[in-house]
């Protein structure tokens, strides 16, 4: 079963613990595909784009006991992925989706908060920086899993695992979870 978690998430460009543990914060309420900050058409400037800013929700964990995962689509450009306080994962990257394990994390039947620190800062080890791409593609976005985010959907395996028949993951993703790509 997926739920997707691209609706109600607060946002801030001043990421900090207290944020990321659910603190009360100055936020505004977005929706994923969501981007740091609008940039002029023909002027951009890297304090205009780089910052380490946050994303947090509440989401309910079902009871079912299943493993839970959070696949992200994609979030530029290095984030740290946090369950009820807890690090679950990172990723360098924005290009590249990411599916992070969080059975153990979350409080099953329950209100449970899911953070994301973000750090958009331009790191010559990650494209597009380091002259690997000749365009500036930065901006923080998060892309909707399921349609377009990063942080995009909790997907909870149920009983046979080849029933989920890998539809939408990657070829390393089926093969952690030993699933088959449908029709396989």
Known sequence: MKYS????WFFTEHCDDAFLRGEPAEAERVRLPHTCRELPLHYAAPKD????CGYRRYFAAPESGDRLFLRFD???HQ???FVNGKKA???RGGYTAFTLEITDLVHPGEGN????RLDTREDPTLPPFGFV???LTYGDEIKEMMGGMGINSIEALKGNRLMLRGVGMTDKELEILGIS???E
């Open 5 to 8: 978690l691209c609706n109600d």
């Open 74 to 76: 994609g979030a530029a």
């Open 89 to 91: 994962g990172e990723h």
């Open 79 to 81: 984030a740290e992925v």
């Open 113 to 116: 908060l899911l953070s994301v």
């Open 49 to 52: 784009y780089e910052m380490i």
């Open 133 to 135: 791409i000749d365009y």
């Open 181 to 183: 790509h449908a029709g």
